[in-house]
């Protein structure tokens, strides 16, 4: 009787450490994307670019972070702010305009139309042309990015 008792505790501490390995393989496992973020500033003089969006891209993988007023962005990969996977990432600037005229309607739908004006060096925009390339890991906490202006 004394043998069955203890075969039944040793079972069910068995499947509760288990379990708790599991649970904390699922847990650590599922986060590891890194935080990061920077700012885009002109080679030039140190401006900060104030619109845009940098991206960076690793084949199927995209993360975004839109250039804020003082020329900050922090990356996001599916949700805002959540960092992105360890890996290799080429990086670009979208949207990165002025737009001037275009007055809009009551509906908000612009009247005439708008003029768009580029706000940094055209190569910056596609990923093609942008030339930058970073390698993103657990040390890496900020990339800052200078452009060249239009």
């Known amino acids: 009787m004394l043998t069955l008792k203890f075969n039944i505790k040793k079972n ?3 499947r509760k450490f288990f379990y708790l390995l599991f649970a904390l393989v699922v847990l650590t496992g599922c986060d590891n994307n890194v935080p990061l973020s920077g700012h885009v500033t002109f080679s030039d ?3 900060v670019l104030t619109a845009g969006t940098v991206v960076f891209v690793n084949g199927a993988t995209q993360a975004r972070g839109e250039i804020q007023p003082n020329g900050s962005y ?3 990969f599916e949700d805002i ?3 992105l996977p360890s890996g290799t990432y080429s990086v670009y600037i ?3 305009n002025r ?3 275009g007055e809009l309607d009551a509906n908000g739908i612009p009247k005439s139309e708008q ?3 580029p706000l940094i060096n055209e190569k910056h925009t596609k990923i093609e042309t942008a030339g930058l390339t970073v390698e993103v890991n657990g040390s890496l ?6 452009v060249e202006r239009p």
Do not use: F, H, P, R
């Open 81 to 83: 702010k959540n960092g």
């Open 45 to 47: 003089n140190g401006e």
């Open 94 to 96: 979208d949207n990165a």
């Open 74 to 76: 922090v990356l996001g």
């Open 99 to 101: 737009y001037e005229g």
């Open 141 to 146: 906490k900020k990339y800052d990015i200078k």
């Open 115 to 117: 003029k768009i004006i």
């Open 12 to 14: 069910y501490l068995m």
